[in-house]
């Protein structure tokens, strides 16, 4: 090496220390193209940093320090003071919602688990007749659900007014399983609006775009048992309570559950104040065989 050589390169033991990270870190990063070094001796394997590294990996450091993933460092330390620092600003954000969740979720297993939820539910039942629903299906997590459901009903609602003959009944969400806030509770959910005239529907999803392209399919008739929630009710989790209220309710009344569970949205969400009710959430119920 030169003597500039020796003045730029340090050892990756030295970087490790000024960086505030392990050598082990630095390999990981190394590998991933994170913090590659800037010459490795062909023999040895030794690493050797440029002393111009240094401020990029501590930023990665400090970024670790968040536990956002490595890709999505990579992302930030690629882009410009400004865009960065956005960036953080985005992903803290839904670290900062995903914890709200979170607390809230452990605020209710708290009262559940010691019996001082007192919220009682009036449940009743309804039959729906058979219909044709327009749908948009979707894998995610409950933290993304405040954004999508009204998004893809307003998308369906859209078509159905426009090209589809109208909407013949209450939009709707199904869950085809479950939903929480792991990466292993993602869903499917389905977003489904009634139309009025079928064939046109399915003449419309045929010839939609691809990005979101709907789905046409028949619901059966089915008899529904529900409670009713106000707009300060909805939002997951504080609306597990009128979940489990209905589920109670269906085996107390010697019923089996007929089919995805359901929130059906019969009100104007926007203009709806929090004390209204906006929402029944709502299970397929059969008589049990004895």
């Known amino acids: 090496m030169s003597l500039v050589d020796d003045v730029e390169l ?9 960086s505030r990270l392990s050598p082990k870190a630095l390999r990981l990063y190394g590998r991933l193209g994170l913090l590659a070094p800037d010459r490795v001796d062909a023999a040895t394997g030794y690493r050797w940093y440029r002393t111009g590294q240094v401020e990029r990996a501590r930023l990665v450091a400090l970024l670790r320090q968040l536990d956002m993933p490595l890709a999505r460092i990579a992302e930030v330390v690629a882009l410009p003071g400004e865009r960065a620092a956005a960036e953080v600003a985005a992903y803290w954000s839904a670290v900062e919602e995903r914890h709200a969740v979170r607390s809230a979720v452990a605020a209710h297993l708290r009262a559940l688990l010691s019996g001082r939820s ?23 997590l409950a933290d993304q659900l405040p954004t999508w459901i009204p998004a893809a009903l307003g998308r369906l609602t ?7 003959g109208g909407v013949a009944a209450a939009p709707f969400v199904a869950y085809l399983a479950e939903i929480g806030l792991d990466s292993e509770s993602d869903g499917p959910a389905e977003a489904c609006v009634p139309v009025a005239d079928p064939a046109a529907a399915r003449a419309y999803a045929a010839a939609a775009p691809r990005e979101h392209r709907p789905t046409v399919r028949v619901e059966p008739a089915r008899r529904l048992a529900y409670v009713r929630i106000t707009k300060a009710e909805v939002g997951y989790p504080r609306l597990l309570a ?12 010697g019923l089996t559950v007929a089919g995805p569970c359901r929130e059906v949205y019969f009100a104007r969400w926007d203009t709806a104040a929090a004390t209204d009710e906006v929402c029944d959430i709502a299970f397929p119920v059969r008589r049990t065989l004895p």
């Open 10 to 18: 340090i050892t990756i033991g030295e970087f490790a220390a000024r």
């Open 118 to 140: 007192t919220h009682m539910y009036d449940v009743r039942t309804m039959d729906v007749p058979e219909q044709a629903v327009l749908t948009e299906r979707r894998h995610l």
């Open 242 to 253: 009128a979940y489990a209220a209905v589920e109670e309710w269906i085996a107390a009344q």
């Open 158 to 164: 859209a078509a159905a007014t426009g090209e589809c």
